[in-house]
């Protein structure tokens, strides 16, 4: 048992071992204690208990997005065998991650609604799954590169 005092009252939460406080949405509006306020209670924060799952959500895909944005300008740097300065955000950089990000959300829908892999292929599902979206993946890495070296070789051309 967990006893919490303050303008709100002393409350009782029964801490179980689920994992929905450990999720951060629930310690952010951990006053209000996951129910309405009582109607003469000062809690203010009873919309934060809605908001919160949204702004979670976001911030997860605004870091996603951000690590992929800086694994693939790592990945176009290092990779092609030319020499050239490193930029977080290219053309072909946005593209890519465009691309991995779309391809991954609609290959979920696909794996999660229409394929039976499972049923199919037994255990080795979840490897063929894995492969399929590596592929993907890697079909949007190369068409990101291809776009930065095409309007790299275009950028060549004019300045000549």
């Not at 967990?2 to 951060?24: I, T």
């Not at 979670?56 to 020499?83: C, H, M, N, Q």
């Not at 592929?135 to 309007?151: C, H, Q, R, V, W």
Request: hydrophobic share 40%.
């Amino acid at each position: 048992m967990w006893r919490s005092g303050g303008p709100f009252g002393r409350r009782v939460v029964q801490q179980s071992s689920s994992s929905s406080y450990s999720d951060p949405c629930h310690w952010i509006s951990f006053s209000c204690y996951r129910r309405r306020p009582d109607p003469g209670s000062d809690c203010r924060f009873g919309r934060v208990e809605q908001a919160a799952p949204v702004f979670f959500a976001t911030l997860r895909w605004i870091i996603i997005e951000l690590s992929l944005l800086l694994g693939l300008a790592v990945i176009y740097y290092f990779g092609p065998d030319a020499k050239r300065k490193f930029q977080f955000i290219s053309p072909g950089n946005l593209v890519g991650a465009a691309l991995i990000a779309s391809a991954s959300i609609g290959f979920r829908t696909y794996v999660s609604h229409f394929g039976s892999y499972n049923a199919t292929y037994g255990s080795l599902g979840a490897v063929i799954i894995l492969m399929l979206w590596l592929y993907l993946s890697g079909i949007a890495l190369l068409a990101g590169s291809e776009i930065d070296a095409l309007l790299g070789e275009e950028k060549r051309q004019h300045h000549k």
